[in-house]
């Protein structure tokens, strides 16, 4: 930090503390008290990329969870940092920034759409060739992804190797498996190569913080802003699709080929990369939108697992293994994990427990039992029909998420009992994300020559 980055923040802080101490309802060893917390959560977001400005602004607000004085000066001074992200030149040196990243952003996402359509190239017909298409969507984006993020943090050398090493025996696997047509392994393969490659853009995303319990947070936190971004644009796009047909359709233009072959899979590439690159631009803004929505959306799914474990034992009926089920039961379930690792990441570790975490415990109990009684499924259906590759790799997922969510459910409720504190709840979860990407890698890998590429 420069000198004058370091005279702005003392100035912030100054500030502040005057605010804090003028309204006299609290003492100057409690003010000294939160100016060290607030230092430390200002280093940590500085540490994560934001200017002096904005991370102290995002520190104050994450500080008035636990102060209501904060939290009042949080929304009195919060209008600054809006102009700032909503109006970007509003500096100048950061809008030279921005624009250059902008067009840097613009090119790979223009590299991505048309990447998608590459194997039109050579013959391969998306009509005709899909499940090439299916196993290799990973490689038209995710590299990209990639080596974007490996710019933005100043990666070099060995790192850049071993990503590209990493994606090279990636798409060999998926492609010199000889697949029975519209197999299950192939599914599989479909399926889960996405997830496993999925750790390489974490790694390049989090750069030299990767091995931080907060470098992996901070991915965590991406990946559901992602989500929300895409989802965002892809609605856009859809509006937008929608009325380009209607008034090309008025002139007798009909263009309805050029959309379904070119626009909607070149668009949904080139979002990825433009979504990434929002988020990276708003990230550890005032409040992200994943955890809200886990907010909103944790007491609805506690209820819809304790109803339906209810009605489980009301009607005596087993859950039904067919792939489908499957393959909705698992996301169900990544559901509730998702839930309870942004709520993770947007809570203050130091605030003590409260109504939320309770339902969080709920919320992972409830999946436990759930998951318990999808595992019990699984195992009569593979001691009376045998092994199956959907089977087997519906059991493998099972027993991850089954591990997970019981060790969560261990160390919150440790918490909640006060013999145990958040950070080790956090840091589990950050400790656990290779796991996932491991498993991954062995349905690819393993699972085919395992059951004779069926």
């Known amino acids: 930090m420069s000198n004058s980055e370091s005279t702005l923040l003392e ?21 000294i008290e939160l100016e060290d917390h607030l230092r430390e959560q200002i280093d940590h977001l500085m540490t994560a990329g934001l200017d002096t400005d904005e991370a102290f602004l995002v520190a104050v607000k994450r500080l008035g969870a636990l102060d209501a004085l904060s939290r009042e000066y949080a929304v009195e001074h919060s209008e600054r940092l809006w102009k700032q992200m909503v109006l ?26 048309l990447l998608i359509k590459l194997p039109v190239l050579f013959g391969l017909r998306i009509e005709d060739h899909t499940a090439i298409y299916a196993r290799n969507i990973s490689f038209f984006v995710l590299p990209i992804l990639t ?48 997830i496993s490659l999925w750790l390489m853009v974490g790694m390049a995303y989090a750069g030299s913080r990767w091995n931080q319990v907060a470098g992996r947070m901070d991915f965590i936190r991406f990946s559901g802003e992602l989500f929300i971004y895409y989802v965002l644009i892809a609605l856009g796009g859809g509006v937008l699709t929608a009325f380009s047909a209607m008034i090309f359709d008025a002139i007798g233009v009909y263009s309805e080929d050029f959309i379904a072959t070119w626009l909607l899979p070149c668009g949904a590439s080139g979002a990825v990369i ?9 990230k550890s803004v005032i409040e992200n939108m994943a955890p809200v929505l886990t907010r909103l959306f944790t007491p609805l799914f506690a209820v819809l697992l304790l109803v339906f474990l209810g009605a489980m034992l009301w009607t ?92 969560s459910a261990v160390l919150y409720i440790r918490f909640l009992r006060r013999r145990g504190s958040f950070a080790q709840l956090e840091r589990w979860q950050t400790d656990y994300l290779p796991v996932y990407a491991i498993w991954a890698a062995l349905v690819v890998i393993v699972f085919p020559p395992l059951f004779g590429y069926a």
């Not at 045998?386 to 059991?395: D, E, I, T, Y």
Request: aromatic fraction near 10%.
């Open 147 to 194: 080596g974007y993020f490996a710019w933005k943090r100043g990666l070099r050398g060995g790192a850049i190797r071993l990503f590209a090493a990493g994606y090279v025996l990636a798409a060999v696997f998926a492609n010199v498996y000889p697949f029975s047509g519209n197999g299950n392994t192939e599914m599989l393969t479909v399926l889960h190569l996405p």
């Open 88 to 113: 970007p030149d509003g500096a100048e040196r950061a809008s030279r920034g921005n624009s250059k990243e902008a067009i840097l952003v613009l090119c790979l996402a223009v590299a991505a759409a």
């Open 316 to 407: 005596g009926r087993p859950i039904d293994v067919q792939r489908d089920i499957l393959i909705a039961f698992d996301l169900l379930l990544v559901v509730v994990l998702g839930l309870l690792l942004y709520a993770v990441s947007a809570r203050d570790p130091l605030s003590p427990p409260g109504p939320f975490d309770v339902l969080q415990v709920v919320l992972v109990i409830a999946a436990l039992l759930a998951n318990g009684a999808a595992l019990w499924a699984i195992a009569a259906r593979i001691s009376e029909f045998g092994f199956s590759p959907n089977k087997v790799a519906a059991l493998g997922e099972n027993v991850v998420l089954l591990i997970n969510l019981a060790w």
């Open 11 to 31: 100035e912030r802080i100054d500030q502040w503390r005057s605010y804090l101490l003028r309204r006299q309802a609290i003492g100057s060893l409690d003010v």
């Open 274 to 282: 433009i979504a990434a690159w929002l988020v990276e631009a708003k």
